[in-house]
């Protein structure tokens, strides 16, 4: 069974800035109702330009990327 590693977005606390669907150059993210949404997990590639950006921490990576 492969499993996908794929942003966590806490829509409690999403305030529909934007700003990570600006960051996001792949298209993933969604606004839907007002709140950020991961509405094509297909595109996401995990590349953590979202993060950073959301002022309410909404959205979380699980996993850290490690280059070596």
Do not use: F, H, N, W
Not at 25 to 41: M, S
């Amino acid at each position: 069974m492969s499993q996908t590693i794929l942003p966590e977005i806490d829509e409690a606390l999403c305030d529909g800035c934007g700003r990570c669907l600006a960051a996001c150059e792949t298209g993933a993210l969604a606004l839907v109702e007002g709140k950020a949404v991961l509405a094509r997990p297909d595109l996401c590639e995990y590349d953590a330009a979202c993060e950073p950006l959301c002022p309410t921490g909404a959205i979380q990576l699980p996993y850290v990327i490690v280059l070596a």
